[in-house]
């Protein structure tokens, strides 16, 4: 008999392959950036935060994700610190240093840390810090250790990403703007699957656009009521977001290793449906070149290697 999950599974690979069966093949030039900016990186051997809401079974070491970079031609990769290690990105960090020319991070702290830990991580190749808030109350930006944190973010030209609610961002984003410090908005703005592009908070997500402060990544679609749904979603939301941001405010990712989802997504699947999103090569030089070239402060052209 056919469980649930096999179904699912199966239903979310003759989706992706029905939709993707007519596309080329995507491959980038040294001249040409392509850059997978969002994706984890752990090992099962790594002190679990006290506060998580998952724990995945398997690792996702960096020399599986830099094999995935190579064989879907990527040159370069943004590794964002999973909630389940906190703020403890010993592991992050030391993969940035070993390849500096391939990875980019994005850390979470502890508002109280010292400007010089940041500078820390500035130099071991992060550029910004995430506000994973799912589960979590909003964090008081209006305190002096946040304005000190947001002040020097500014400064040294880094950007918060935020993972929350759609109808949640508008009481978060106004005071990391306000700051002038660049906001990246994960995984399409999470609204509410039942919503869709009609949740208010979707829908204030778009009005962010003209800030041109706001930039959303275009990821994980699966997280808003499953492969199926999710999907049916992405392709309403991608023109508005078009029209809202223009491509120079939107990212893709691959989510890789689809935590939760492990059992119904690949690198493979969310590669595809890329594809489909974005069929224009000039879109995506524009998605996955130049736009998180610049953001996550890649070098203009980077090896083939490394």
């Known amino acids: ?12 690979k003759a989706f992706t392959t029905m939709i993707v069966s007519s596309l080329p093949a995507f491959a980038a ?8 900016a969002h994706a984890h990186i752990f090992t099962n051997h790594l002190h679990i935060a006290r506060f998580h809401r998952y724990i995945p079974n398997e690792s996702a070491p960096v020399e599986e994700f830099l094999a995935l970079l190579r064989k879907f031609h990527f040159t370069g990769g943004v590794n964002i610190q999973p909630s389940f290690l906190g703020t403890d990105d010993s592991y992050l960090l030391s993969c940035l240093r070993e390849h500096p020319h391939r990875l980019r991070g994005v850390i979470v702290i502890d508002p109280k840390t010292g400007l010089e830990t940041i500078e820390h991580h ?3 190749g992060c550029t910004g810090v995430r506000l994973n ?16 944190i947001l002040s020097h973010m500014k400064a040294i030209g880094w950007h918060v990403e935020l993972h929350v609610e759609a109808r949640r961002i508008h009481e978060i984003a106004p005071p990391i703007l306000h700051a002038g410090v660049p906001l990246v908005v994960d995984h399409f703005g999470r609204p509410d699957p039942a919503l869709g592009i009609a949740d208010p908070g979707f829908q204030y997500l778009l009005s962010l656009g003209s800030t041109r402060q706001v930039w959303v990544k275009t990821s994980a679609y699966y997280r808003t009521g499953g492969p199926v749904r999710g999907a049916q979603f992405a392709f309403a939301a991608l023109p508005l977001l078009k029209q809202h941001f223009g491509l120079d405010r939107m990212l893709w990712g691959s989510d890789w290793p689809h935590t939760q989802f492990e059992n119904v997504m690949s690198y493979q699947e969310a590669y595809n449906f890329m594809l489909r999103m974005y069929p ?3 879109e995506r030089s524009i998605v996955l070149g130049s736009t998180p070239e610049r953001l996550y402060h890649f070098p203009a052209r980077m090896p083939s290697h490394g």
Not at 29 to 36: G, K, Y
């Open 280 to 282: 224009d090569p000039a």
């Open 133 to 148: 808030l799912f589960g979590l109350p909003d964090p008081p930006l209006a305190d002096p250790d946040w304005t000190r």
């Open 1 to 12: 008999m056919t469980t649930r999950r096999e179904f699912v599974r199966t239903s979310a």
């Open 29 to 36: 030039t040294e001249q040409q950036a392509a850059i997978d």
């Open 122 to 124: 500035r130099q071991a």
